[in-house]
């Protein structure tokens, strides 16, 4: 079955430090890959997505890139802020059949300090 | 316009007891999904619904569990004779339809069984 696998958590980073996190799936076929991404005391959003191989997403200055060679979907930042603290999940979407169900990593939590 | 609303937001049930939650999609959206939050894990799919079409129920847990949508408007999920390990988050959300399309969560109902 498909399944998503991001690192363990939590990070804890100060400001404008480089922000990697990583994500890894398996899945048949060719998902959609998605960032999703829950604020303190907020619900869940959706960040960014990449519906093919080798598409970017982008959003907020986050990045990600689709890597099929690689099965990654690693979200990246250049310079964090303290507002960028939150609970990220990585997710994807079989597009095959008829259900569009998402597909969660366990979550991380990001934690900017000024 | 309107997001994704759930209610109730919090819900304390003695275990046993049945409980009963409510999603209110976006207008016009064809596609509504229920999926359960528990602590330290990821969010898993529970059941969807799209338009007319027959429910995909596959990631209903146990047949204590169930959910009814009435075309393309409010859904409920039914949890009968509660147990300790139903305690989570229950999230909804809503699309257009289809991988490609985003889902829009609602804040989620957090349910605890005692």
């Known amino acids: 079955g498909n399944s998503v696998t991001q690192m363990e958590g939590p990070v804890t980073l100060s400001e404008e430090a480089f922000l990697t996190i990583n994500c890894t799936y398996t899945?048949?076929?060719?998902?959609?890959l998605f960032w999703y991404v829950q604020y303190p005391g907020e619900g869940l959003q959706l960040l960014l997505k990449a519906t093919k191989a080798d598409d970017k997403g982008s959003n907020k200055g986050f990045e990600a890139t689709y890597r099929k060679e690689t099965t990654s979907f690693h979200l990246e930042k250049g310079s964090v802020q303290v507002s960028d603290s939150a609970v990220y999940f990585c997710a994807l979407s079989a597009n095959t059949g008829a259900n569009s169900k998402l597909t969660f990593g366990k979550g991380i939590t990001l934690s900017v300090r000024p | 316009g309107a997001g994704v609303s759930q209610s109730p937001s919090n819900k304390v049930t003695e275990k046993g007891k049945d409980v009963e939650l409510r999603c209110d999609p976006i207008s016009g959206h064809t596609a509504l999904y229920w999926y359960r939050q528990r602590l330290g894990q990821g969010l898993e799919f529970l059941i969807y619904?799209?338009?007319?079409?027959?429910?995909?129920k596959s990631g209903l847990p146990s047949d204590r569990f169930s959910a009814e949508r009435t075309g393309e408007s409010v859904s409920t999920l039914t949890i009968q004779r509660t147990q300790q390990e139903d305690s989570a988050v229950y999230l909804c959300a809503s699309s257009a339809g289809g991988a490609r399309y985003e889902q829009y969560f609602g804040p989620g109902t957090r349910l605890t069984v005692t």
């Open positions: 899945a048949t076929g060719y998902p959609s």
């Open positions: 619904f799209q338009g007319n079409s027959a429910p995909d």
